[in-house]
């Protein structure tokens, strides 16, 4: 069973400061997903990524195969970034497996 | 395109009942999937479905059962109620590729359950 464990739990931050969530999983993987839930509940897609790294926006997702890590950042961060951000990892068993996620507050 | 659409999006029931939830998507995604999300814990994977008239359990499918007639519907059925599923449900569907769900994930808005 593929285990993902995600670090912070929780972090506060200052409007304009670089952030870094972490994700790591315990077998080889197929692909990873960063999510992000917002306050009210809704849940979307922000990367799938299976090497390397992906850039949309402020937001940067990495992945270290080798390392079973990937890491969520974000530039110059904003109040509007305050939200749950949970990594998934997809392993041979066509199931996600899916971090317990890092709530986020950005202070303006 | 409505993406994932759920309902309802929030029901109390009382031990004992049964109830369906109800989970759409017009994207015409193969692969279909409910989760239960608790305080605390991550999304876990309750069933799934790579096409029509295929489904398959996934972590915690005990007191669940779902069926997938269409390729647009995969409702997720509460056989008697409990306490214990207490929970906020998601659906989730994505595209396949090569035979496994690598792609994008797309979420309806989610049920809140309450079991009395």
């Known amino acids: 069973k593929n285990e993902v464990e995600q670090s912070p739990q929780n972090l506060t931050a200052q409007e304009g400061e670089f952030i870094t969530i972490n994700c790591s999983y315990s077998v080889g993987i197929s692909a990873l997903h960063w999510l992000q839930q917002h306050p009210g509940g809704g849940i979307v897609s922000l990367f799938m990524l299976s090497s390397g790294k992906k850039k949309h926006g402020r937001l940067i997702a990495t992945i270290n195969i080798q390392e079973k890590h990937s890491s969520l950042h974000i530039t110059a961060s904003h109040p509007r970034d305050s939200a749950v951000y949970i990594c998934a990892a997809y392993g041979s068993a066509r199931q996600l497996t899916f971090g317990s996620g890092t709530q986020l507050t950005v202070l303006p | 395109n409505a993406g994932v659409t759920q309902t309802p999006k929030f029901q109390v029931l009382k031990t004992g009942q049964s109830m369906t939830l109800q989970c759409a998507q017009d994207?015409?995604?193969?692969?279909m999937s409910w989760y239960r999300q608790d305080p605390g814990m991550g999304l876990r994977l309750i069933h799934y479905s790579v096409g029509a008239g295929i489904t398959d359990q996934g972590e915690v499918p005990n007191g669940y059962n779902v069926s997938r007639s269409t390729t647009e519907d995969f409702p997720l059925r509460l056989l008697s109620a409990a306490p214990s599923q207490t929970s906020v449900y998601f659906c989730a569907s994505s595209a396949l590729a090569r035979g496994a769900s690598k792609e994008t994930q797309y979420f309806g808005p989610g049920t809140r359950l309450l079991v009395l």
């Open positions: 994207m015409n995604h193969e692969y």
